[in-house]
C-alpha cells in the first residue's frame, strides 16, 4: 500500500502528464504581395471556431491544439483584402503550414478572397514514417472492415508484423488513450469505421510520448459532434447470393449521428454502432480441389487414384458440403459516443467511451457429426443436452469497454495542458456453452444479437464415483455408455470422430482492468521550439481462471489476480527552422509486477523459498531529423531505443501453482522478473513531390531485437519446468517505397512497396518448446534434441509485399449523357490489388525430421484483387448510396500454402497401409508401421458394438436406421476391403476439405444513407 501511495504522490507533483496528441498545430506567414514585407498584428482565425492568432513583428503565426479535422482559415489586416483558405487540414501531432500574401487593393465592404488551399503531399516536420488515412476514404475500401485492415494496406505491414517484430509489439492508441490489452498484448477495442476520423501509422521511429512498442503505433482519432446535425445509415450484406457465391449470411448494420444537444449551444455529441453477424465464420466455402493441379504429388494416396470431384465443392458421402463449417456463427456488437463541451475559448470537458463484444462457436472436424442421445442419460445435466457433438465444442466471447474524461485548458495562445482519467476492462472467455435454438431470422437483425453466451461452468461433479468428471467422463479411455469415437457418422468409420462427452478445453478466462490518470503540458515556446512534458500512471488489476484439463486430478491450471502498477514520464522538444526539424527527446518507464518470484528457480519444492519480484526503469532516448531541401524534397533520420514491459500474462502465467501440478510437466512458467524487451532502430528517407499531385516516398530501415522474449529448460528438482526469459534476438532490415496520387483527373491511387528481410532466433514466445518438447528426438542419440540459438528466416519474413489501392469517381454533373440525362455521375470504383512473396517453413522428411535449414523453403506466393463499385444519388434532401463488393474479383483459387513433408497443397506424404490390426471397443488403437517410410499410421479395421473383429451379421454402421449403409455393396456386411476404401475416401475428404487454397469470389450488396 506504502508503495502504491508514494507512486500515486509523484503522479501528483507532476504538473503534467502524458496523452499523446491528437490535435495538430497551423503555421505561417503573412505578408504583403507585392514587396513581401511581414505584416505585423494580422489576425487569422480558424472559421466556425473561436481558435486564431495575431501575427508577431516578422508577420508569423501559429495556433496549436487544433483538433484533427478540415478547416478554413481568415486572415484580415487593415488596409488589405481579406482572404480566406479553405480544404486545409489539421493532423495529429503534425505541423501544418499555411502562408498568406495580402493585396492592398481597394476592396468593397465585407468582400473576401477565398482560395482554395493545396496540400503539400511532403510533410516538412516529419522526422519520421508515418502513414496518414482519413476515416472517410477508409470507407469506400473494398473489404476493409476494420482500421487493422486499413493499416495492413501500408508499407512495412505483414498482417500484424511491423518492421519485422512480433504482433505483439504494436500499441493502439483511441484519442490519445492505450487500448491495447495489457495481459494478453493484442488489441482491447473494436472501433466503428464510421466514428474514425484520421489514422496515423507510425512505422519508424516515433517520439518520446509514446511508449510500450517497438514495432509501430497505431493512433486513431475518433469523429466530434459539428455545429449541425449529420448522420449515416450503412448495411451490408450477401444474403442475397447462395452456395455457389459463397454465401455466409453476412449481415452489417452501421449507425452514426452527430451535432449539438437542442438547449445546450455549447454541447456536441457523436455517438455511433456497430452490429455483425455471420452464420459461418470459418472458411465459408465450398472447398476448392483443383480438378487438374499438375503436380506430381496430388493424385494418389497408395496408389490409388483421387477423385476430384468437380473441381470446387467438396461432399460427404451424406451430401454435406464440407466447406460449410456449423457451429460457426458469429455476433458482433460495438458502440461509441463522445460529448465535448465548450465552456469558453479556452476551456473544454470531454467525455467518451466504448462498449464491444464479440463472441463466435468454434468449429473442428472431428466433433462435426452428431451421436446417440442415449450416450448422455447418465450424467444428470440439469438441461436437455444436444445429440450435436460440436455443441460440446468449445465457444468464445470477448467484451471490451473504455470510459474516459478529458479536460483541456488553454493558458495562452503559446500554452495549454490536459487532464485525462480512463477505466478500460477486457473479458475473454472460451469454454462450451449452455445448449441453445439457434434461428435465421430475417436478416439476423432480431436474433438476439445482443444476449451474451451463457457458458457452462465446471461443476466438479463425480456422480459414479469413477474419478472423473461427469462433464468429461466420456473423453476418457474408459466408456460408459456411448463409445468416444463411435461409427455413427456418413462414412460409417469408428475411432475418427468424436462421439461423446465434452472437449478438453474446460474453461480459460482472462481479464484485465485498469484504472489510469494522464496528464499533459505542450507549450510553444516561440516560433522555433516547442516543448511537450508529461506523466502517466495506471493501476492494474489482472485476473485469469484456466483448466484445459478438467477432468483430471492433475489438470493444467492457472488461477490468479495480480494487481502490477505501470507509469511513465517524458520530456520532448521539437525544434523547427526554415531548413530542419528536429525532434529530441527522453522517456522514462516504469513497472512494479506486485508478483512473487522463487529465490531459487530450481527449487520447485512445496517448502521453497519466495521473494518479492523487481522493480524496473528503462530509459529511452529519441532523436528524430527533418531537413526540407526544397519545397518539393524533404530527407528524414530517426534513430531511438525503444522498450516494452513483458504482457502481463508472460509475467503471472503458472507462476504460483501446487508442486502436484507442477510434477505433470509439460508446464510453461512465466516470470515476474522478466525484463523489457529492447529494440535499437533507425531509418533513413527521403520524400519528393514529382507533380502537384503525385509524390513519392524512399525509406530504409534497420532493426535490432534484443531480450525478446523466448522460454527455456529448467533442470528444477523435484520438477523440470520451462520458464519465460530475455533470451531471443532478431534483426530486420528493408526498404519501403510510397507512390501516392491525390485525387485529380476522376481517380487517386495508392502504391506500396516493400523489400524487407527479418531474421532471429524464434519467431513466437513458445517457439523454442514447441521444438523441443512436440519435435522428434535426435536421430541419433533418441533424447531430447538439444537446438543451438542460431538465426534463421522468422515465421513472417516476408521479402516481398505489394499493395495498389485505386480510387476512380466521376463528380456531380459529368460522364457522357444519354437521353438528356448523366447516368454516370456520381458513380465511384474503387480496386485493391494485393501481392506478397511466401513466408518461410521447414521441410520435413517422411518421418518429420527436418531436412535442410530450420525455416528454409518457401511457401507459395499470394495475390488477390477485390474491388466495390457506388452510385450515388440526391432524393428529397438526403444523399443515397448504392453499392456492391466483390472478394477475389477474378476468382482466384491458388495454393497459399503446402505440407512441409512433400512442399505440395495436394498431399502430406502420407501413406495408408490397410495392415492387420484390429480395433475393439474400450481397447486402444493399434498401430501397423509402414516399412517403406517409417511411419506410425492407424490402420482401421471394422469392428461392432458387440466387439467382433469382422462383422457376420448385418449392423446399422452409422446409426441411421437403414442396414444398407454407405459403405461396400449395401448389403448391411462390411468387409475389411469395403471398410479400407471407406476410409481412404475419408482421407481423401479430409485432404481436399483443408484450406490450402484461396477462397474463392464472394459478393456483398448494400446501401448508405447520409443525413
Not at 609 to 619: C, F, I, L, N, S
Amino acid at each position: 500500500m506504502f508503495k502504491k501511495i508514494t507512486v500515486f504522490l509523484i503522479v501528483c507533483l507532476f504538473p503534467s502528464l502524458i496523452f499523446s496528441g491528437v490535435t495538430g498545430k497551423i503555421s505561417g506567414k503573412v505578408t504583403d504581395v507585392n514587396t513581401g514585407e511581414p505584416l505585423p498584428g494580422a489576425n487569422v482565425m480558424i472559421k466556425g471556431t473561436m481558435l486564431g492568432a495575431a501575427t508577431n513583428i516578422n508577420g508569423e503565426y501559429f495556433i496549436i491544439n487544433i483538433p484533427v479535422g478540415n478547416y478554413a482559415l481568415v486572415v484580415s489586416y487593415l488596409g488589405y483584402k481579406e482572404m480566406e483558405k479553405t480544404n486545409i487540414r489539421s493532423v495529429q501531432d503534425m505541423t501544418t503550414t499555411v502562408n498568406f500574401q495580402l493585396s492592398s487593393e481597394v476592396m468593397d465592404l465585407g468582400e473576401t478572397v477565398t482560395v482554395t488551399a493545396e496540400r503539400p503531399m511532403v510533410r516538412k516536420d516529419a522526422t519520421a514514417s508515418n502513414r496518414e488515412m482519413q476515416g472517410d476514404k477508409v470507407m469506400l475500401l473494398p473489404k476493409v472492415d476494420t482500421f487493422e485492415d486499413a493499416i495492413s494496406l501500408q508499407a512495412g505491414v505483414v498482417d500484424n508484423h511491423i518492421r519485422g517484430g512480433r504482433s505483439t509489439e504494436l500499441n493502439y492508441m483511441v484519442d490519445g488513450m492505450t487500448v491495447r490489452d495489457p495481459l494478453q498484448g493484442i488489441v482491447g477495442a473494436t472501433i466503428n469505421r464510421n466514428a474514425i476520423d484520421e489514422i496515423v501509422l507510425l512505422t519508424g521511429g516515433f517520439s518520446a510520448e509514446f511508449g510500450q512498442a517497438m514495432s509501430g503505433v497505431v493512433n486513431l482519432v475518433t469523429k466530434e459532434g459539428g455545429n449541425n446535425y449529420s448522420g449515416q445509415l450503412r448495411y451490408t450484406t450477401d444474403e442475397p447470393f447462395n452456395e455457389s457465391t459463397f454465401s455466409a449470411n453476412d449481415n452489417t448494420y452501421e449507425l452514426s449521428v452527430g451535432g449539438p444537444i437542442p438547449g445546450l449551444s455549447k454541447l456536441r455529441f457523436y455517438v455511433s454502432g456497430r452490429v455483425f453477424t455471420t452464420d459461418c465464420r470459418g472458411q465459408y466455402d465450398e472447398v476448392y480441389y483443383p480438378r487438374d493441379g499438375n503436380d506430381s504429388y496430388r493424385n494418389t494416396i497408395n496408389n490409388v487414384a483421387i477423385d476430384n470431384g468437380p473441381g470446387y465443392r467438396v461432399l460427404d458421402p451424406a451430401g454435406n458440403n464440407l466447406g460449410w463449417f456449423p457451429h460457426n456463427q458469429e455476433q458482433q456488437y460495438s458502440a461509441q459516443f463522445k460529448l465535448t463541451y465548450n465552456f469558453n475559448p479556452n476551456m473544454k470537458l470531454m467525455l467518451g467511451g466504448f462498449k464491444a463484444r464479440d463472441q463466435w462457436d468454434n468449429y473442428d472436424w472431428y466433433w462435426r457429426y452428431s451421436t446417440h442421445e442415449d450416450g448422455y442419460d447418465s450424467l444428470g445435466w440439469n438441461y436437455n443436452p444436444s445429440t450435436d457433438m460440436l455443441d460440446h465444442f468449445t465457444s468464445r466471447m470477448q467484451k471490451s469497454q473504455q470510459y474516459k474524461a478529458n479536460w483541456t485548458h488553454t493558458l495562452s495562445p503559446k500554452t495549454f495542458y490536459t487532464v485525462n482519467f480512463t477505466y478500460f476492462k477486457n473479458y475473454d472467455n472460451q469454454a462450451k456453452r449452455k445448449p441453445y435454438k439457434y434461428n435465421n431470422r430475417f436478416l439476423s437483425l432480431f436474433d438476439n444479437w445482443w444476449e451474451d453466451y451463457d457458458f457452462v461452468p465446471i461443476d466438479n461433479q463425480d456422480s459414479d464415483g469413477d474419478g472423473l468428471w461427469d462433464q468429461f467422463s466420456y473423453r476418457q479411455s474408459g466408456f460408459s455408455n456411448t463409445p468416444r469415437y463411435p461409427w455413427d457418422n456418413p462414412y460409417g468409420l469408428a475411432n475418427v470422430f468424436r462421439g461423446g462427452g465434452d472437449t478438453r478445453w474446460g474453461t480459460r478466462t482472462y481479464q484485465s482492468e485498469y484504472y489510469a490518470t494522464k496528464w499533459d503540458l505542450v507549450s510553444q515556446v516561440n516560433m522555433n521550439h516547442q516543448i511537450k512534458f508529461g506523466f502517466e500512471y495506471f493501476a492494474h488489476t489482472m485476473t485469469k481462471d484456466y483448466n484445459s484439463l478438467p477432468y483430471d486430478a492433475v489438470p493444467f491450471e492457472d488461477i490468479y489476480s495480480y494487481k502490477p502498477q505501470t507509469g511513465a514520464a517524458y520530456l520532448l522538444d521539437k525544434m523547427e527552422w526554415q531548413g530542419m526539424v528536429i525532434n529530441v527527446g527522453l522517456r522514462l518507464d516504469y513497472i512494479d509486477p506486485g508478483a512473487s518470484v522463487r529465490e531459487n528457480v530450481l527449487d520447485t519444492r512445496e517448502d521453497a523459498t519466495w521473494t518479492e519480484a523487481d522493480q524496473k526503469w528503462q530509459v529511452s532516448p529519441r532523436l528524430g531529423i527533418s531537413h526540407p531541401i526544397s519545397n518539393e524534397t524533404v530527407m528524414h533520420f530517426n534513430y531511438g531505443w525503444f522498450f516494452e514491459q513483458p504482457r502481463f500474462s508472460s509475467l503471472f502465467d503458472f507462476v504460483v501453482m501446487p508442486t502436484r501440478l507442477l510434477r505433470r510437466g509439460n508446464q510453461n512458467i512465466g516470470n515476474p522478473n522478466l525484463g523489457a524487451q529492447k529494440t535499437k532502430a533507425w531509418e533513413f528517407g527521403v520524400g519528393h513531390q514529382l507533380t502537384s499531385n503525385v509524390s513519392v516516398d524512399v525509406t530504409g530501415y534497420y532493426k535490432d531485437l534484443y531480450d525478446i522474449e523466448g522460454i527455456r529448460f529448467v533442470p528444477a528438482i523435484p520438477s523440470n519446468y520451462s520458464v519465460l526469459t530475455n533470451s531471443e534476438y532478431g534483426k530486420s532490415y528493408g526498404i519501403e517505397i510510397a507512390l501516392k496520387k491525390r485525387y485529380s483527373n476522376n481517380f487517386s491511387m495508392d502504391m506500396n512497396y516493400t523489400l524487407s528481410w527479418a531474421r532471429g532466433t524464434s519467431s513466437t514466445q513458445n517457439q523454442h518448446y514447441q521444438l523441443v518438447t512436440n519435435g522428434p528426438p535426435d536421430p541419433y542419440t533418441g533424447q531430447m534434441r538439444v537446438y543451438p540459438q542460431v538465426d534463421y528466416w522468422l515465421d513472417f519474413d516476408q521479402r516481398h509485399t505489394a499493395s495498389v489501392i485505386l480510387d476512380y469517381r466521376l463528380p456531380d454533373d459529368s460522364g457522357p449523357t444519354f437521353f438528356g440525362m448523366k447516368i454516370f455521375e456520381k458513380l465511384g470504383a474503387n480496386l485493391i490489388w494485393r501481392y506478397h512473396s511466401g513466408r518461410p517453413y521447414t521441410r520435413e522428411d517422411s518421418r518429420g525430421n527436418q531436412v535442410g535449414d530450420f525455416n528454409g523453403a518457401r511457401q507459395p506466393w499470394f495475390m488477390r484483387t477485390d474491388s466495390r463499385i457506388n452510385k450515388d444519388f440526391t432524393l428529397w434532401g438526403l444523399d443515397y448510396s448504392f453499392f456492391a463488393e466483390i472478394e477475389n474479383l477474378f476468382n482466384e483459387r491458388r495454393a497459399v500454402s503446402v505440407y512441409p513433408r512433400t512442399g505440395s497443397p495436394y498431399w502430406d506424404g502420407k501413406v495408408y497401409s490397410a495392415g492387420s490390426a484390429t480395433f475393439v471397443e474400450g481397447e486402444d488403437p493399434e498401430y501397423g508401421a509402414n516399412a517403406d517410410l517409417g511411419l506410425n499410421e492407424w490402420n482401421p479395421q471394422p469392428f461392432n458394438e458387440r466387439g467382433h473383429n469382422q462383422q457376420s451379421e448385418p449392423v446399422d454402421l452409422n446409426g441411421d436406421g437403414d442396414f444398407n449403409d454407405v459403405i461396400g455393396a449395401n448389403d448391411g456386411l462390411v468387409t475389411p476391403e469395403e471398410y479400407y476404401n471407406a476410409y481412404l475416401r475419408y482421407i481423401n475428404d479430409n485432404y481436399k476439405r483443408k484450406t490450402n487454397f484461396m477462397r474463392g469470389r464472394r459478393f456483398w450488396i448494400g446501401f448508405q444513407v447520409h443525413f
